[in-house]
């Protein structure tokens, strides 16, 4: 599964696993952007076949809801959702 | 980054006027933040062109339009996330409360239930009823009742298409 990469100041493993057409996904990214935190995404909505099986599987296992935006900090932290302030929290 | 034509200014804007005009004439309420209510739908655009049907740009459609029904714009889950929440999963329709700045908006928990639990929802709904002359379908969009012996075409309330109907009673 290929995932996009955003260079930023390394605040441990982000990854965020997002639709390409929401809103608080987009502003999820924009957030984590202004934090300036080096990040992974990618858009499992754009995927398809075998990569969409293997991507929603990921998802499943931080959250089972299969809801997005979702934000999982070192392989262990999950925020679900576009919560500012508990993003901030963990990567300001 | 994706391969489908993504609407222009003039189609999102003609979209987001009768979507308003929709809205209002029901006694629901658009975010007021133009721009991020413009941004929903236009993705409510593409999904019509990338599925067929408007699925919310905030949930993962399936792309078979039989199994995402219940999240086609407007939603199953509006009206019900209208009354806990003041808004819709997305944000693009907000309660009075909302609307006045009484109340500010924020990003809500997903009430749509699992791909597992919709197909048991599914399985547990065949049993039928007792001795009424005709059958009571609701629209699961919002909730109007009516005993005929098919669903309205369009539903004369909030105007969602037939197939969002469900046998009531």
């Keep these: 599964m290929k995932m996009q990469h955003i260079e930023g100041q390394n605040k441990g493993k982000v990854v965020l696993f997002a639709l390409s057409t929401c809103g608080w996904c987009k502003k999820t990214r924009e957030l984590i952007e202004d934090l300036d935190a080096d990040y992974e995404y990618v858009y499992v909505d754009l995927t398809k076949g075998e990569e969409r099986e293997e991507v929603v599987e990921m998802v499943k296992k931080w959250n089972p809801q299969l809801s997005f935006p979702t934000l999982v900090i070192n392989d262990d932290k999950t925020i679900v959702g576009f919560k500012e302030e508990e993003i901030k929290e963990a990567l300001g | ?169």
């Design chain 2, 1 to 169: 980054m994706n391969n489908f034509d993504e609407p222009d200014e003039q189609e999102v804007d003609s979209f987001y006027k009768k979507v308003k005009a929709d809205a209002e004439s029901g006694g629901y309420h658009l975010n007021s933040d133009v721009e991020f209510t413009k941004e929903l739908l236009k993705s409510i655009l593409i999904n019509k062109k990338r599925y067929g049907y408007g699925a919310c740009p905030c949930r993962l459609a399936s792309g078979t339009k039989e199994e995402d029904l219940d999240l086609i714009c407007p939603c199953d889950y509006r009206d019900p996330d209208l009354v806990d929440y003041d808004a819709c999963y997305c944000g693009l329709y907000v309660s009075g409360k909302i609307l006045s700045g009484e109340r500010k908006l924020q990003s809500i928990p997903e009430r749509r239930p699992t791909e597992e639990e919709r197909k048991q929802h599914q399985s547990s709904q065949s049993e039928t009823f007792k001795n009424l002359s005709k059958p009571v379908w609701r629209c699961n969009v919002c909730g109007y009742l009516c005993a005929r012996d098919a669903p309205p075409e369009v539903c004369p309330i909030c105007k969602v298409s037939s197939d969002r109907f469900e046998r009531f009673i």
